[in-house]
């Protein structure tokens, strides 16, 4: 009796252990990409693209393509409302990249998509909606 009741103690303590010890699931890193070609469809070979670092929580913001625009990373940051949406520019032109640093609580959800624009003084004046990313990447912080 006594040793069926130390296999169950013992269980018990694995079961523990592994729902309330162990470390929080891995986030993914994501790429959204916008194509600054009104003909062409969005890929890494041309127009920009906006990139989620979950470990380190960096947006990197890269113009692929000397076109004349500017890529911005649109990031949603904790909510699916439009008021939880930042605009990082990068307006320094082909193969340079806008790095990020943001500090953000473990599991924190994140949206991200990757646009092209002409910069116009504001956060969203001269984004050229119609050639953002068609889709929210997502994952968590």
Known sequence: MNRTI???LAALSAVFLTLFVSGPASAADITAYAGADWNETPKATNGGKA????YGEHLLVT???KD???TIGLISIGCDSP???YYYWNRDGQGTTRDVDLS????THIGLK???GDWKGSATGGIMWDKCSSTWKETSA
């Open 104 to 107: 953000l609580g473990e599991g």
């Open 114 to 116: 990757a646009c092209i």
């Open 63 to 65: 113009d692929l393509e």
């Open 83 to 85: 008021s939880c949406n």
């Open 6 to 8: 130390r296999l169950a």
């Open 68 to 70: 004349g625009h500017s």
């Open 51 to 54: 990139t989620f670092k979950a």
